[in-house]
Structures are given as C-alpha cells and as structure tokens.
C-alpha cells in the first residue's frame, strides 16, 4: 500500500508504547491514568442512562443538559461566560484538542508549544499541516514570558498546558494573562489544555479564557473523575470556531458516547468531594516519590500540579530502572528539551511507589 506523507510522519506516542509493553510484575509509575475508581453517583447515572436505552446517537454538539452542566462549571470555577452553545462535547480530550488544531491550523502555520510538553500537541499539528515549535521552558519549568513573546510574532496559535504534562508545573496568573493578551495583539489564538486544573498543590489554577477572546479551552471529566475510559471531554470557544469545529467532531466521531454524557452530567452538576479527596492523596504519593527520588541524588523542581514529576536522568541509569521492574517514560517522548529526563506518574498507590523507589534504589 502507498500511505500518506501526513501517517508516515506522524510518530506512535511513546507513552503508549512503553504502557502496553509493561511485563506483568512491573510496577507501571509510566501511565497517566487515575488509579481511583469513577465516583459512584456517576456510575449510576451511566448504569441509569443504559437502563432507559439513552444509547443512541445524541445531536453532534453534545447532550444538552451536559453543555448546561458544563457551562455553569465554567462559571463556578473557572469565572469564564461560556455559553452551552459555546461548547462541543468530544470523546475525551484527544478530540478536543483534534478538532482545535484542525479547525485553526492551516497549511505551514507555526504552532507553539511547551518543550518539554504533551506528545499530541506536535503530533495533533502535523496532522493539521501545520509546523510545530517547542518553546523552551526555563530551569523549573516555567514559561519564559518574553521568549514566548518572540514566539509568537510569527505564530498562528499557541496551545498553553497548565497545570503541565509532563513538568507539573502550574503558571502564575501573571504570566498567563501576559501570554494570551500578546498573542491576541498579534492575532494568535492559544488552545488552553486544563485537564489537570484540580490537581494544583501550593498553588491556584489560573483559566486562560478570563485573559482574552482569542482563546479555546480544553478539559475533560478523564483526570478530573477517573474517567479515562469514559471517553469524555468537551472544547469550549468563541460561536464561529464552535461553528468550524462541530465539522471536524461530526465527521471524526458523530457525537461523544451517549452513555458516557449521562453519566457526565452527574459528575459536573455532583459535588467535587471525590476530586477533592483524589487531589488530597496525590499530594501525599507527591512528596513520598519526590522525597525518596532526592535521597537518591535526582535534584529537579518539586511538581505543582498534575501528577507528574520530570526526574533528570541519562539513558543508561533510565535502562536500568526499567530493567529493574519500574515502567517511567523516557524524556524524548515529550520533546527535544526532554532527552536526559525521565517522567513518572504519581498515580498510583502509596505501596506501588514505595515498591518503584526500592527498586530504583537497587538499580542506581
């Protein structure tokens, strides 16, 4: 078969594969998945959803009771005025973040991105046709705001990622605000990604959209209420992008699991007592992984947020932690900026980090 120039430069993300080829005695700190179970008044409303035979298609936009539900979490968190027809429900984030990039992007358009950063963004922009560029972050992973600036003179779009994979660092409402009214004067658009926005430790999340109208926001109920499997997320923007978008959602995926909307609408119109007792034990496998990575000699910024950590390392020392049992994913995958580190997820039991931080000790 002859295959496209677009799907023969696209690169298989490395955290996938590092994931599916986890050994069955490994101790996986590799995936970014939750290991709480979904809340249950949200099972219940998907078991109820099934129940009454909603598992039918749904109109393209998504349930319109979930846009209500997300629009007035937009509000009550975020102080962001999104209406519900401001909104598309998606199948996960992945999506969001698609049919972003794909209804902004046009042909040779500069995308920028955090470097270190998430694996789709760059990948997400060749498939557009775009041109991706890492920004370099500096020495605690932070923005460098007049760096970005320059960045952005000849940027089509900026997609912004805080709290961050795969740094866990968290942005001051400073340089955000800085960053979203530059790109507008230059006529950028930035895509927020949000997904870890309850998961910041000392300090607060900051949305992009209060900043400027040229911003498209990205979440998902996957990180929020341990639903990756769920499928569930949604993209949020100004009427004409939501007008752009809905074509690329409705060709790619029709509408978003009509199961999984039910069952989202109980998690956003529910209390957030379960998020707030997950961000709670995050923080306490945060500081026992940090804790136990210093007193081995690995020095990097202690996580704000996400549940990630970003431990400088070379390729031979990265070898022998995998091949002492614990999966982490090479720096590579996330960027040029990334190659001597390794990143390791905290999701996962306090037992399961203790075990990864014993056999780490062993190898190194």
């Keep these: 078969m002859k295959f496209s120039e677009r799907a023969r430069t696209v690169e298989m993300s490395g955290i996938r594969k590092f994931f599916q080829n986890a050994g069955p005695d490994a101790v996986n700190l590799g995936i970014g998945q939750p290991d709480f179970p979904t809340p249950e008044h949200i099972k219940r409303a998907g078991i109820e959803a ?84 890492g920004i370099p972050l500096d020495d605690k992973f932070h923005i460098d705001v007049e760096r970005c600036k320059e960045a952005l003179d000849n940027a089509a779009v900026l997609i912004l990622n805080s709290p961050g994979n795969p740094t866990g660092a968290v942005e001051s409402e400073e ?103 997950m961000r709670r034990e995050y923080a306490v496998r945060r500081d026992l992984l940090y804790n136990g990575l210093k007193e081995l000699g690995f020095d990097f910024p202690k996580p704000e947020g996400a549940f990630y950590m970003l431990v400088p390392m070379d390729r031979k020392q990265f070898e022998k932690i995998l091949a002492a049992g614990v999966v982490a994913i090479p720096g590579d995958a996330f960027g040029e900026n990334a190659k001597d580190y390794a990143r390791f997820s905290y999701a996962a039991s306090r037992e399961n980090i203790a075990e990864a931080l014993r056999r780490i000790a062993t190898a190194v």
Excluded at 59 to 76: D, H, S, T
Excluded at 197 to 221: Q, R
Excluded at 242 to 261: D, G, L, N, R, W
Aim: charged share 20%.
């Design 50 to 133: 099934i129940e009454k035979n909603l598992t039918g298609y749904t109109n393209n936009y998504g349930v319109p009771e979930l846009r209500e539900a997300i629009a007035g979490k937009f509000k009550r968190e975020n102080g962001l005025s999104y209406a519900a027809d401001n909104i598309i429900v998606t199948a996960g984030a992945g999506e969001a973040l698609h049919i972003a990039v794909e209804s902004l992007v046009g042909k040779g358009d500069t995308v920028l991105y955090q470097d270190p950063g998430f694996v789709s963004y760059k990948e997400c922009t060749v498939i557009a046709g775009g041109t991706p560029k």
């Design 175 to 277: 340089s955000i605000k800085a960053i979203v009214q530059y790109a507008e004067d230059k006529g950028a658009v930035v895509i927020s990604d949000e997904v870890y926005e309850h998961f910041v430790y000392e300090k607060k999340h900051y949305s992009a959209g209060c900043y400027g109208d040229n911003v498209v926001t990205v979440n998902a109920a996957s990180k929020t209420f341990s639903m990756t499997g769920w499928r569930l997320g949604y993209v949020a923007g100004p009427k004409d992008f939501i007008e752009q978008a809905v074509k690329i959602h409705q060709y790619c995926q029709t509408c978003a699991s009509s199961v999984s909307q039910y069952a989202a609408i109980a998690a956003y119109n529910g209390s957030i007592a379960c998020v707030d007792e």
